[in-house]
């Protein structure tokens, strides 16, 4: 049974789009995005450190835009898309839709 | 005439997210909105020194959020609200939209 941890509120708009404004970070919450499902963290980037990119998911999951999970002894992230959007509409959603 | 600064293209979605998390430049950028034409600087901030809200401008300015223009020998801020959507659509209507 995966551990997850106790969901924590969606953190301030700025906190969100601060979350957002890093491109290593976009890129990870649109793989988040793509996978549907909670993602092994080594799938969700390319070019930086294991700790650069650990570093990354912190502040996401601390904006409340992903939660992480250990699943098999793995760590996974997952994006909160459904609570981001019942808190501010339509805003996580447009970026992901937004053009690269 | 009012003098307005050639408009340049909407900066890149991570550029707009930035100018867009700091709370001083979105409550500018609310405040705009709200004001629907081009207003005076002095009416977009409160808290902040004149010279520290010169740089949220410009800011804004090279995110492609908002323009400038000189209006009776005064600086006038405006949003971009049209250009920003037609390139992102529903970032910034939704962020704006949404709850403080």
């Known amino acids: 049974m995966p551990e997850t941890e106790v969901r924590a509120e969606v953190g301030s708009l700025q906190e969100v789009l601060a979350a957002l404004s890093d ?59 459904e609570d981001v959007e019942a808190v501010y509409p339509g805003v996580l959603s447009s970026i992901l839709a937004a053009p690269r």
Request: net charge positive; glycine share 6%.
């Open 23 to 81: 491109p290593v970070r976009l890129e990870m919450v649109r793989r988040m995005h793509a996978a549907g499902a909670p993602a092994a963290c080594a799938v969700l980037y390319d070019d930086v450190s294991k700790s650069t990119a650990s570093h990354h998911f912190k502040i996401l999951r601390e904006a409340g835009v992903t939660q992480r999970s250990v699943i098999g002894g793995q760590t996974h992230q997952e994006l909160r898309l």
